[in-house]
């Protein structure tokens, strides 16, 4: 059976809609978060809320709730077109494996090479094996 982000990720761009992330959760708790250009509202969500519903019926997916909701501010980088997307803005990366003794980089976006994740840390280029990457999320500035 093919991978439930896969299958949900083509009905999404067809409502124009982008999905970020998905995940599974305790007493069937199923909760998609959505993304496009200019942002995500609660019309947005209760549009794509509502379509699923149905769709979910139909390919008759095992859910007991569905939630639907943006990413937030502090959207993940999750794919590698992410890294592309958001270069120029501040991340945060959790790494798997410490470099130079630390867990945690916060920095400007550079970008992605390959496999490497670029990033711009006190006037430093830093790289970044994205496989050492644990989780990568945009860091809003205030």
Request: net charge negative.
């Amino acid at each position: 059976m093919l991978d439930l982000s896969a299958r949900l990720e083509p009905v999404l761009a067809g409502l124009g809609y982008e999905l970020v992330l998905l995940e599974r959760a305790g007493r069937g708790l199923l909760r998609i978060f959505i993304d496009k250009p200019g942002g995500i509202t609660i019309d947005d969500c209760v549009a794509v809320s509502n379509h699923l519903t149905h769709w979910l019926t139909v390919e008759n997916i095992d859910y007991d709730r569905l939630e639907v909701s943006s990413p937030g501010l502090d959207r993940p980088l999750v794919k590698p077109q992410d890294y592309v997307r958001f270069a120029g803005e501040w991340v945060t990366l959790k790494l798997r494996v410490p470099l130079d003794n630390r867990r945690k980089l916060v920095g400007e976006l550079a970008g992605l090479d390959g496999e490497t994740v670029r990033l711009r840390m006190d006037g430093q280029d830093v790289s970044v094996d994205m496989r050492n990457v644990d989780s990568a999320r945009l860091k809003p500035m205030v």
